[in-house]
């Protein structure tokens, strides 16, 4: 309740009081863990990854909608509830960058609904080059031939690396990436692919 004063030429008169009720609308609330995250050009994004969140926060808008700048598609649909990942299209794949908006249902009221936006970096697969080494076997008699032992340049995190090893008349050896002191003396393959794009090296191990 308010009561009104209204003067003119030095002379103030009070009003009538007068009651009016103020609504207060709040907005709903977008957080993402992260604004950038790069994947290979050829997968398809976990969404969970971003860890993005709609808060109510008493605006009665519960749910949103992924969007992209870009021609992929979310799956099974874009609800932010329900989609599960992106996959990018042959645009995407080609500009190497694209950008995805999350956006909160329109609320009740004059509050308009909340947008947030994050960069998906598509990745050409990175280069690969090997080099021999030298193993060295544990205390348990066992060794794992690990990418970073193989590769010469720092490993990449949005791709993931398999290692496989062969005996020199190309028999897989059982237990791939580990080794153990049955094959001391052996002359051994090592084969490091990434499974971004497929490439792959090989060096000796000895």
Do not use: H
Not at 115 to 121: A, D, G, P, Q, T
Not at 178 to 201: D, P, Q
Request: glycine content about 10%; proline content about 8%; hydrophobic content about 35%.
């Amino acid at each position: 309740t308010v009561t009104p004063e209204f003067t003119n030429a030095g002379v103030t008169c009070v009003g009538d009081p007068i009651t009016f009720t103020i609504t207060v609308n709040a907005r709903p609330i977008i957080t993402f863990d992260r604004d950038s995250i790069s994947i290979c050009k050829y997968d398809s994004l976990d969404l969970s990854l971003l860890g993005a969140e709609i808060i109510e926060n008493g605006s009665g808008a519960f749910d949103g909608t992924w969007t992209t700048s870009g021609d992929g598609t979310f799956d099974p649909n874009a609800t932010w509830s329900t989609a599960m990942s992106y996959e990018p299209g042959p645009m995407d794949i080609e500009d190497g960058v694209v950008f995805i908006t999350l956006t909160t249902d329109d609320p009740p009221g004059p509050c308009g609904p909340e947008s947030m936006v994050f960069e998906l970096v598509l990745e050409d697969p990175p280069p690969m080059v090997c080099t021999s080494v030298q193993a060295s076997l544990g205390e348990d008699g066992m060794i794992e031939i690990t990418p970073e032992l193989i590769l010469t340049g720092p490993l990449v995190d949005w791709t993931s690396y398999t290692v496989e090893l062969e005996l020199a008349d190309g028999t897989p050896i059982m237990g791939s990436p580990f080794l153990n002191c049955s094959y001391k003396g052996e002359e051994i393959y090592a084969r490091v692919t990434e499974n971004c794009g497929g490439n792959s090296c090989w060096a000796l191990v000895t």
